[in-house]
């Protein structure tokens, strides 16, 4: 921006905060003069919420102002003036009727109605019985001649059409729906676009990411270019549960801190399974696990040892030959004996589970004895990481 349109605005701006609190500071004593009109015309028992809704919303209104916020003083005013007005219709017709007897010499009395302001409205008629005003407009004042009364006018000594509230059209220099009093920036328009709307500056760049919003893919959150503007999302590519951004190996399942894989000699680890490369060996027939496998089931539970929040099912299948009942049973006492035994070496029971299949999953033919070999396994199946 130009060092002479920087004045302008500097200019424009000091003479728009003026010009507001001139008009709140003038809106408010009118706002006041009224409540002390209701509160004389018997609003405190006609009309009491109303007295005290105006009167406290003035003493807001004073308060907003005196803290530099002429925005929320408005509010008040406008709901002062609300309350006053509804204060002051309410109390028409319970104040006590005025009138002056007056004994004649013929010993006759007359009733005479007072006129207190002078004006020709009678004070049982006057909705301002103690200011002159104007009959069309019972008997209240119209200051400044727009044809709306003082008590009804947020501007009463500016003219200024009924559909405004009696005050002049506000001037808008840059054409963007704000009246230059309010908007901060009066020579440039507000873009409008959801964001920061209510203080007529223009914001080509929401997120401050130094990309402007007409070119970034996400304008309110804010990213690098080579994003297109929006933030970053961290993965997990190898399924590790290590983060890319601090895992020293995100293309490879591992273990924390670092998320490289540990080498095993009789297993392989990825994010769904501990692959075993030799089966675990039991006695013929029966559940017990051989000592042969020892060496396996070790280095299953060193996996769990690496990966503390792993939890994993044991399964235990069979070939078809036998009975299915038996061969349910059977797999289901091996699947549990494999996990007696890591429980014994320190895995918390929690963190392992056990289920038979018996001969219902089969991964190769039974028809051979090579087949059938392959059916006769125990599988490690990891459903948590943490």
């Known amino acids: 921006m130009s060092r002479a349109r920087a004045v302008l605005v500097v200019a424009a701006l000091a003479a728009a905060s003026c010009v507001t609190g001139g008009k709140l500071r003038e809106n408010t004593a009118v706002v006041r003069s009224d409540v002390e009109k209701a509160r004389k015309s018997g609003a405190a028992r006609c009309a009491p919420r109303e007295l005290a809704?105006?009167?406290?919303?003035?003493?807001?209104?004073?308060?907003?102002?005196?803290?530099?916020?002429?925005?929320?003083?408005?509010?008040?005013?406008?709901?002062?003036?609300?309350?006053?007005?509804?204060?002051?219709?309410?109390?028409?017709?319970?104040?006590?009727?005025?009138?002056?007897?007056?004994?004649?010499?013929?010993?006759?009395?007359?009733?005479?109605?007072?006129?207190?302001?002078?004006?020709?409205?009678?004070?049982?008629?006057?909705r301002c019985p103690e200011v002159a005003g104007?009959?069309?407009?019972?008997?209240?004042?119209?200051?400044d001649g727009d044809g709306i009364a003082d008590a009804e006018d947020r501007c009463p000594t500016e003219a200024g059409p009924a559909e405004n509230q009696g005050c002049p059209i506000a001037k808008d220099t840059d054409g963007d729906g704000i009246p230059d009093d309010i908007d901060r920036c009066p020579l440039d328009p507000e873009d409008k676009d959801g964001f920061q709307?209510?203080?007529?500056?223009?914001?080509?760049?929401?997120?401050?990411?130094?990309?402007?919003?007409?070119?970034?893919?996400?304008?309110?959150?804010?990213?690098?270019?080579?994003?297109?503007?929006?933030?970053?999302?961290?993965?997990?590519?190898?399924?590790?549960?290590?983060?890319?951004?601090?895992?020293?190996c995100p293309t490879q399942f591992g273990p924390p801190p670092d998320g490289c894989p540990k080498k095993y000699s009789l297993i392989e680890v990825d994010k769904n399974?501990?692959?075993?490369?030799?089966?675990?060996?039991?006695?013929?027939?029966?559940?017990?696990?051989?000592?042969?496998?020892?060496?396996?089931?070790?280095?299953?539970?060193?996996?769990?040892?690496d990966f503390p929040k792993m939890r994993i099912v044991i399964e235990g299948h069979t070939d078809s030959r036998g009975k299915a009942d038996a061969n349910m049973k059977l797999s289901s006492r091996r699947a549990e004996a494999v996990l007696d035994?890591?429980?014994?070496?320190?895995?918390?029971?929690?963190?392992?589970?056990?289920?038979?299949?018996?001969?219902?999953?089969?991964?190769?033919?039974?028809?051979?004895?090579?087949?059938?070999?392959?059916?006769?396994?125990?599988?490690?199946?990891?459903?948590?990481?943490e």
Do not use: W
């Open 53 to 126: 809704m105006a009167e406290a919303n003035v003493e807001f209104a004073q308060h907003e102002m005196a803290y530099g916020d002429p925005k929320r003083a408005a509010a008040h005013l406008d709901t002062a003036e609300y309350n006053v007005k509804k204060a002051l219709e309410m109390s028409q017709t319970c104040a006590p009727t005025q009138v002056t007897i007056a004994k004649k010499a013929t010993d006759k009395v007359r009733i005479e109605k007072t006129d207190t302001d002078g004006d020709g409205v009678p004070d049982v008629d006057d």
């Open 134 to 143: 104007k009959a069309e407009l019972a008997g209240c004042a119209d200051t």
């Open 197 to 248: 709307d209510e203080d007529g500056c223009p914001d080509p760049d929401n997120d401050g990411d130094g990309i402007v919003d007409a070119a970034d893919a996400c304008p309110l959150e804010p990213g690098p270019l080579e994003n297109h503007g929006c933030p970053k999302v961290d993965v997990d590519t190898d399924g590790d549960k290590i983060l890319d951004s601090v895992d020293k």
């Open 273 to 305: 399974q501990i692959r075993i490369k030799q089966q675990v060996r039991f006695a013929v027939a029966k559940f017990r696990v051989l000592p042969v496998s020892y060496k396996l089931l070790n280095e299953v539970v060193s996996v769990m040892n």
């Open 341 to 385: 035994y890591i429980v014994a070496k320190g895995i918390s029971p929690d963190r392992v589970e056990s289920i038979g299949y018996g001969s219902t999953n089969p991964v190769a033919t039974n028809r051979t004895a090579k087949g059938r070999a392959t059916n006769r396994r125990t599988e490690f199946k990891i459903v948590a990481l």
